[in-house]
């Protein structure tokens, strides 16, 4: 059975007794918070690692944040890390490898080339 959040305690306030975590502080684990008002109902929100616990628009620095689920960002993933540890790219023999796409043609078997979209035509 999940718990449920906080309710407003007939004051217009809402209790932030279990958020632990303050704005200006570094975020120190990538995952789904609980974004803890101390005058409005509470919403998640991802966050991720080495960045900071920002202020609230409204209510300033009386925010409050709670972890609800830790979950690593992609960019935190070492299989999608750019030139890292056991990457997946042959190694190249001085060819540079281009990191935008290639729109390939007919001749690779795809039905709309990026000339075809162009033209209005086939080039065969």
């Given at each position: 059975m999940q718990k449920s959040?906080?309710?407003e305690n007939g004051t217009g306030m809402y209790d932030q007794s279990d958020c632990m975590f303050c704005p200006?502080?570094?975020v120190i684990l990538s995952g789904i918070y609980e974004i803890c008002h101390h005058d409005e109902p509470r919403v998640k929100a991802l966050l991720v690692r080495n960045t900071i616990f920002p202020l609230c628009k409204r209510c300033a620095d009386q925010v409050r944040y709670k972890l609800v689920h830790p979950a690593p960002?992609?960019?935190e993933d070492a299989d999608f890390i750019e030139?890292?540890?056991?990457?997946d790219l042959p190694p190249t023999t001085g060819?540079?490898?281009s990191t935008h796409p290639v729109q390939l043609g007919f001749d690779h078997g795809?039905?709309?080339s990026q000339e075809?979209?162009?033209n209005g035509r086939?080039?065969?």
């Open positions: 959040a906080p309710k200006g502080e570094r960002h992609i960019s030139g890292g540890p056991g990457a060819a540079s490898l795809f039905r709309y075809y979209l162009q086939e080039d065969s």
